[in-house]
């Protein structure tokens, strides 16, 4: 008994099994996300989504991996051959990375590190690498737009990103993610960081190239973007599996440092079960938030996009920054951190609506004739 | 003295072939962008992969058989075709038409404009990006219409259902109540889809100011229908020359100020709006009687003579050029396309803008590849 506990403390084995549950439970979250979005998706269009494989259509993820994994794996004659059967990786992999730094639960991570905001930024940065060499390397004109514009896309929007997430770590006065959770006890972020988590999500929703951010992939204009030489296996890693998975990563991040993590306003020490249940409570509700405007919302520009983020997200990052310092170095109470926020935010929410708004309906001659 | 020239990194504009398979291009379209970064400099249009001959073949018909190839030219608006096809003979035959036939005509032709700008505003969002949202609400309003189309008609899409004369038979007992509960239904429609799009910040950045014609560069491309009512002219052949019963409806035509993407999608909004006006008007007056003519000879042998018949389609003016030399089957038959001509304006459109805007441009022109080609 006590060889078998040595051999679990081994670092190399404790790190192993650490990775593995994490990677069946990633492939888990995959699958599931590509079923629950198909279903709720579905039914904000009124559809039932998939029905037949199974009772209610559980089992279509299943057929769907069966159906990627038997296609054939098509390759351009003229793609450049490295570059092309390396791209999914690339993207895929840091994808993947991120989910090391994560907390799960209060005592449950496969490395609790200590600038693991930090890691976690840096790394979740990198797919943007797999979008461009997939788009270079498939030679395809639609693919070399898309991957130009996911490029400039996901480049950008890092910097009020990560400055919101400064911000935030400012109040926290930590870049250690369980710090962080703990900081926040019963009232999370979110309550003080109104503005900030405006930031963080609108940058989390461009991250993940989805609607109103899918220019990179702009199905009705380049017909899928970097992927669209894709097919099969290929096509499953560098776009299912990658955004699934950053999908997964970014709200976990999102519910850990915004939404209090493990911690709810009742009270502690409820367990760790109790704990899992409410960081994937919190990840899903993000989940779904993201799914719901998938669902509704038009597509942006690519001019429009580069403008909303260098033009209004990053000003307001750097306003949400300059008033948590003040407040900060004034020591005011945190209920004015709330008001400064929350004010700046309906500024800023005001000045989309009023440059925007139409005024009035479409002009209407009536010409009456004898009957 | 020997001045270096100064070389920037040298760019080249790439060739962007859009369709004929592409989601943007709703149909067989073909247009070859030349881009510089995302602007689009220069734009090619390839049209005639669905061309069917069908005036060539409707020369090989008589002239009721001819009529099915409207259906298949216009296939989204086929009772306005249909109507267009059928007055048209019917003027050059002399054939006096009853009164509750214009009627059943008026109703399904605005009920099928209704269906055709749904079929418009769904495809233009998924244009703009909308995750098939507006696409699966004006679908199932659509098909609220389509049931009731193939009930009368018995077909879903070809209904050849309209004849010189009249129509080919009586509309079922509960056809007025049926219609009365879709003109309810559809009010209830647009006002959804309106609510979840028009007003869309998104929407509106997309749009506004995109693709903008300006009302005499409309009437010189030859512009009809939305697109050029959109543009501030307010040219509506249902007014400017009624035809059928349409002097005894009151109803507003929709006019644009700006001619731009934003303004065509409002016009065909409103239009619809209308169209559910005329239709509780023609529900009201629809007389009962006869449907076809008493003594409609079996085969129609018109005089010899031209005729053009030209009427409001939800695409603009669409127009039937009918010779006859004596005989069962018209000499010549040539159909004036009103999205081939809108299309023409295509270039002046869609050239300074981004490659994102060519495809909303592309899709507010509302074209229907079998109407253009033939």
């Known amino acids: 008994m006590s060889q078998l506990g040595d051999f679990f403390d081994n670092v190399w084995v404790d790190a192993f099994w650490r990775l593995l549950v994490v990677l069946v439970l990633m492939v888990v979250v995959v699958l599931v996300l590509t079923y629950v979005e198909r279903k709720v998706i579905g039914r904000i269009q009124m559809r039932l989504g998939p029905m037949r494989t199974g009772p209610y259509g559980i089992l279509q993820p299943i057929a769907d991996m069966i159906k990627v994994l038997l296609k054939e794996d098509l390759r351009p004659a003229t793609a450049d051959r490295v570059a092309f059967e390396l791209a999914p990786f690339l993207a895929f992999v840091p994808a993947f990375l991120v989910l090391v730094a994560i907390p799960f639960t209060e005592g449950w991570g496969v490395r609790v590190l200590s600038l693991g905001l930090l890691y976690f930024i840096a790394v979740s940065g990198l797919p943007v690498l797999g979008y461009i060499v997939a788009g270079w390397g498939s030679d395809n004109k639609y693919a070399l737009l898309g991957a130009m514009r996911s490029a400039a896309q996901l480049i950008s929007y890092e910097v009020p990103f990560v400055l919101a997430v400064l911000a935030l770590s400012m109040l926290a006065g930590s870049l250690n993610l369980v710090d962080i959770v703990e900081r926040q006890g019963r009232v999370p972020f979110i309550v003080w960081q109104p503005l900030g988590f405006f930031i963080f999500l609108t940058c989390v929703i461009s991250d993940l190239t989805r609607r109103p951010f899918d220019t990179a992939a702009a199905e009705s204009e380049l017909v899928g973007g970097p992927w669209i030489e894709f097919s099969g296996i290929r096509w499953s890693i560098l776009y299912a599996l990658t955004e699934y998975t950053s999908m997964f990563a970014l709200t976990l991040l999102g519910s850990l440092i915004f939404l209090g993590g493990w911690d709810w306003p009742l009270g502690r020490d409820l367990g760790w079960w109790w704990q899992l249940i409410l960081i994937f409570t919190k990840t899903a509700s993000l989940i779904l938030f993201i799914m719901w405007a998938t669902a509704t919302f038009p597509r942006v520009r690519v001019d429009q996009l580069m403008a909303f983020c260098w033009k209004l997200l990053l000003p307001l990052a750097l306003v949400q920054i300059f008033l948590n310092g003040l407040i900060l170095v004034y020591g005011w109470p945190d209920w004015t951190l709330l008001l400064t926020s929350g004010l700046a935010l309906a500024v800023a929410g005001y000045v989309i609506y009023a440059t925007l708004r139409v005024r009035g309906p479409v002009r209407t001659i009536a010409l009456r004739s004898g009957a | ?374």
Request: proline content about 5%; aromatic content about 10%; charged content about 30%.
């Open chain 2, 1 to 374: 003295m020997v001045v270096e020239e100064e070389r920037d990194l040298e760019t080249i504009d790439i060739h962007v072939n859009v369709g004929p398979q592409h989601p943007a291009t709703h149909g067989v379209f073909r247009m070859v962008l030349t881009v510089s970064g995302e602007k689009v400099v220069d734009v090619v249009p390839h049209i005639g992969y669905m061309h069917r001959g069908a005036e060539k073949l409707s020369e090989n018909m008589d002239y009721r058989q001819a009529l099915i190839y409207q259906d298949r030219t216009e296939y989204l608006a086929q009772f306005n075709a249909e109507m267009c096809y059928v007055m048209a003979v019917e003027k050059l035959a002399g054939i006096e038409v009853p009164e509750r036939a214009e009627y059943i005509r008026v109703i399904l032709a605005e009920l099928n404009r209704i269906t055709s700008h749904y079929m418009f505003v769904g495809a233009f969002a998924t244009d703009l990006g909308v995750y098939g949202t507006i696409f699966t609400y004006a679908f199932r309003e659509r098909e609220y219409i389509q049931e009731l189309f193939e009930s009368v008609s018995g077909d879903r899409m070809m209904y050849g259902y309209f004849r010189p004369g009249g129509v080919v038979w009586d509309v079922s007992a509960d056809f007025k109540e049926r219609v009365r509960w879709l003109c309810k239904q559809t009010r209830v429609g647009i006002n959804d889809i309106e609510r979840l799009l028009t007003r869309n910040e998104i929407f509106v950045a997309r749009c506004r100011d995109i693709g903008a014609i300006a009302a005499e560069d409309a009437i010189d491309y030859g512009l009809s229908g939305p697109m050029l009512r959109a543009s501030g002219v307010p040219v509506d052949l249902r007014r400017e020359e009624p035809y059928s019963i349409y002097d005894r409806f009151d109803f507003d035509i929709p006019v644009g100020e700006r001619g731009d993407v934003y303004d065509r999608y409002l016009v065909r909004m409103e239009e619809m709006r209308q169209s559910v006006r005329i239709v509780e008007q023609a529900l009201e007056q629809m007389p009962e009687g006869p449907v076809l003519p008493e003594k409609l000879p079996r085969r129609l042998r018109p005089p010899l003579g031209e005729v053009y018949m030209r009427t409001e389609n939800p695409r603009g003016e669409y127009g039937i050029y009918l010779v006859s030399k004596g005989g069962e089957k018209p000499y010549r038959l040539k159909i004036r396309s009103s999205c081939f001509c809108n299309l023409m304006a295509l270039k002046e459109m869609v050239v300074g803008h981004y490659v994102a805007d060519a495809v909303i441009i592309l899709g507010s022109v509302d074209i229907v590849l079998g109407e253009v080609d033939r």
